[in-house]
């Protein structure tokens, strides 16, 4: 028994009459009269097949998806022109009958791609299908549907979340594919494991593996829990996990490109990996949800940065584009999980995140001013500045502190926060430093100075002599 979708439109569609050995001028320019009574005529409907739910994959492989019918038995037969899911081609798919089919595994990728996960979850879908009607009489009627009822779809159940953990084998940590001595992952939250790993090669081979499957040096027992990727050697940041016994392929190696220290996440909640520097970034309505800011830390558990939220909500995330792990309300990484909505008032903070802990602390900074030998109150008292919010309408990169037209002497500079040493910034002006970073040496001159008091390795400063 064929597994089916409930696809309910029952709507007549419009459609262009031509003879098969006819004028084709009709076909290509049609017109709307004869359209619309010819699907009076014919009483073509698209109606949702006898099952509700679908399970995937099915013994065939395959899924009914939309069920064609006509109330005129001068209808004999039906030809698939073009299938989309939710806008995208669909390639498998085949009319058998009146039903329209697919490839389970196909509309299963097509899914969980767009959702970021492979969550068994039920799904959104909207189905756009045309169709040839071949009628008894020679003649053929085009059908051009797009379907804009929503149906719900639901993916292959995954592995549980194994409850003794995941670990790495590969060209990370020195570990060198030994099967005697794994690479523990940390759980940093439900369904969520990290690991800060160094790097030697140009091309670093690695796996993820099922803790509960872990026999040291016996390799049946370890690639029974082994996962993957798609495709052997991809060096790409992000993707989606392939395990034992997939429908959709055997599990192949990833890669890290380059030597050097990263933080590896796998997310078994959504079935997804990614790879990347040990950086958090905070996405919200401040920010306009198209920019970012960014935390900084050294163990991928732990992040700080600094940034102006307001009360409109907030996500982070491991990738600005959203391709990683994303932390929502109570940290949860589901694709769907609401925002982040803090009870502080709007403002800037220090912005301190503990996955492991799955909790963040917010430190207000009041203001951040000029102070120094240069400054025009020496180090005795600061020069405040003006914080500069992300502009939604221009979209311009702001999220700045400013100061116009400061007259400087020669000396020494540093940037301070709410008026005290416990938060300063120094160093280099391209790469400025909050961990006991050295004073800035200026000329004497007026200036415009901005400060982006971002997180470690990010904060800069842009000075302009006029």
């Known amino acids: ?54 399970n995937m994959p099915d013994e065939d492989g395959v899924i009914n998806l939309v069920t064609v019918n006509s109330t005129d038995a001068n209808v004999s037969g039906y030809t698939l022109i073009d299938l989309k899911v939710n806008g995208e081609a669909i390639e498998s798919g085949e009319i058998i009958g009146n039903n329209i089919q697919v490839n389970a595994t196909e509309l299963e990728k097509i899914l969980c791609k767009q959702n970021k996960s492979r969550a068994s979850v039920a799904r959104d879908i909207n189905v756009e299908s045309k169709v040839s009607v071949n009628l008894a009489s020679g003649d053929a009627v085009t059908i051009n549907t797009v379907g804009k009822t929503t149906g719900k779809l639901k993916p292959t159940p995954t592995p549980a979340i194994d409850e003794n953990g995941y670990y790495m084998l590969g060209e990370v940590n020195g570990n060198g594919w030994d099967a005697k ?9 439900d369904g969520v494991y990290q690991l800060k790993v160094t790097t030697e090669k140009d091309k670093n081979y690695f796996k993820f593996y099922e803790g509960s499957k872990f026999e040291s040096n016996n390799w049946d027992v370890i690639n029974k829990g082994v996962m993957g990727c798609e495709k052997d050697g991809s060096a790409d940041a992000s993707g989606t996990i392939y395990y034992t016994g997939d429908s959709w392929g055997t599990p192949q190696s990833m890669v890290i490109a380059g ?8 997310d078994m909640n959504n079935l997804s990996y990614s790879v990347g520097k040990p950086i958090l970034y905070m996405k919200g309505d401040a920010n306009g949800w198209d920019g970012y800011d960014y935390l900084a830390g050294d163990d991928g558990v732990h992040f700080t940065g600094f940034m102006y939220l307001n009360q409109n909500g907030f996500k982070f995330t491991t990738a600005p584009d959203w391709s990683g792990t994303g932390y929502g309300e109570n940290f949860s990484t589901a694709p ?95 790469n400025l430093t909050t961990k006991n970073g050295g004073n800035i040496t200026v000329e004497a001159g007026t200036y415009d100075i901005k400060l982006y008091a971002w997180a470690e ?6 000075m302009t002599k006029k």
């Open 457 to 462: 390795g990010f904060a800069k400063c842009v």
């Open 259 to 266: 030597a050097g220290t990263w933080i590896v996440t796998l």
């Open 336 to 430: 769907d999980a609401g925002n982040i909505v803090m009870t502080e008032p709007e403002g800037y903070y220090q912005v301190d995140v503990d996955l492991s802990e799955r909790t963040y602390t917010l430190t207000p900074i009041t203001s951040i001013g000029i102070i120094g030998s240069a400054s025009p109150n020496g180090w005795d008292s600061d020069v405040d500045m003006t914080y500069v919010p992300y502009n939604k309408d221009t979209k311009e990169v702001n999220g700045y502190w400013e100061v116009k037209n400061i007259t400087l002497s020669a000396g020494e500079i540093k940037f301070r926060a709410n008026d005290d040493w416990a938060l300063s910034w120094g160093g280099e002006l391209d």
């Open 181 to 189: 001595s794994p690479v523990w992952m940390t759980k940093v939250s």
């Open 1 to 54: 028994m064929k597994k089916t979708f409930l696809y309910s439109l029952a709507v007549l569609a419009s459609v262009s009459l031509a003879s098969c050995n006819g004028d084709y001028d009709d076909w290509a320019n049609p017109q709307t009269n004869p359209q619309e009574a010819s699907a009076a005529k014919y009483g073509i409907t698209f109606t949702a097949g006898p099952e509700a739910e679908c």
